[in-house]
């Protein structure tokens, strides 16, 4: 746990201290991370003080990073993002593949109120998930091909030049369908990912991007299938959302105020 909140401290973080929900994700959460070639990735969600909540401020999220605006993260960068409750609450209601993961990530923290959320994973399930993890998944295949991307912030040249294409992007094309094919049948996303060795073979090179792009259109296929043919609602139950995240403000500032 400290390992992980001194970064989060350091940062410059006004409300350490109302963190619910702390854990690394990126690669490493998805079981395909290369040692030497990734950055650490540090999620969270915080409830903030009833004045930033409900009086003229506000801080939805959080968001820094050791390699700043100007060039891509290395292997020894950190890169922080935090929610308020709220936010990412309506992240996950949306369908937003990252949002959804926070909800199976491990948490390093002890908190009742995350505890809370966890334990009512079913009001966030809806078909409407599939639209965004196959928004996501396509964006990360266009970066694969060059399509989208390109700029200081896009690109990864080094893994072109050794592999030919954008392998780190093609490993995520196909772990994004793998996880909206689970999340569909089962309303779960399993972390760290049982396809987890065929990703790291996906990341490292043994396949052309003609076959990733082949596997991708399957899988793409696969998961509008699964979407036709599942019984889960259009949306979630916005309301049932709403009564939860209020419950859990109310919990935290009866606390700490």
């Keep these: 746990m400290a390992n992980l909140l001194r970064p989060t401290i350091e940062t410059g973080f006004p409300y350490p201290d109302r963190l619910i929900h702390l854990f690394v994700g990126g690669s490493e959460l998805h079981g395909a991370k290369v040692q030497g070639t990734d950055d650490l990735d540090i999620y969270g969600v915080y409830i903030e003080p009833p004045e930033m909540a409900l009086g003229l401020d506000s801080l939805p999220h959080f968001v820094w990073s050791t390699a700043g605006d100007d060039r891509r993260n290395g292997p020894n960068d950190v890169d922080v993002t935090l929610y308020s409750l709220k936010q990412w ?32 994973p079913q009001i966030f399930v809806a078909r409407n998930c599939v639209k965004q993890f196959l928004g996501f998944a396509d964006d990360q295949l266009k970066r694969m091909t060059g399509q ?39 309303g779960t996303i399993t972390l760290p990912r049982p396809e987890r060795d065929f990703l790291v073979r996906v990341r490292t090179g043994s ?8 596997m991708a259109k399957e ?26 995240v209020a419950d859990c403000y109310r919990r935290a500032w009866e606390h700490t105020g």
């Design 148 to 186: 989208k991307g390109r700029g200081k912030k896009g690109q990864r040249p080094e893994i072109e030049v050794e592999f030919g294409y954008d392998v780190k992007a093609a490993m995520h094309t196909l772990r994004l369908l793998y996880e909206c094919k689970e999340r569909v049948s089962s």
């Design 89 to 120: 609450a309506g992240l996950a209601c949306k369908g937003n593949p990252t949002a959804l993961q926070f909800l199976f990530a491990k948490n390093t923290l002890t908190s009742d109120i995350w505890s809370a959320v966890v334990a009512r």
């Design 219 to 244: 899988l793409m296929a696969e998961c509008e299938a699964s979407e036709k043919n599942c019984v889960l609602p259009e949306g979630v139950d916005r309301l049932a959302v709403s009564m939860l």
């Design 207 to 214: 396949f052309s991007m003609e076959k990733v792009i082949a």
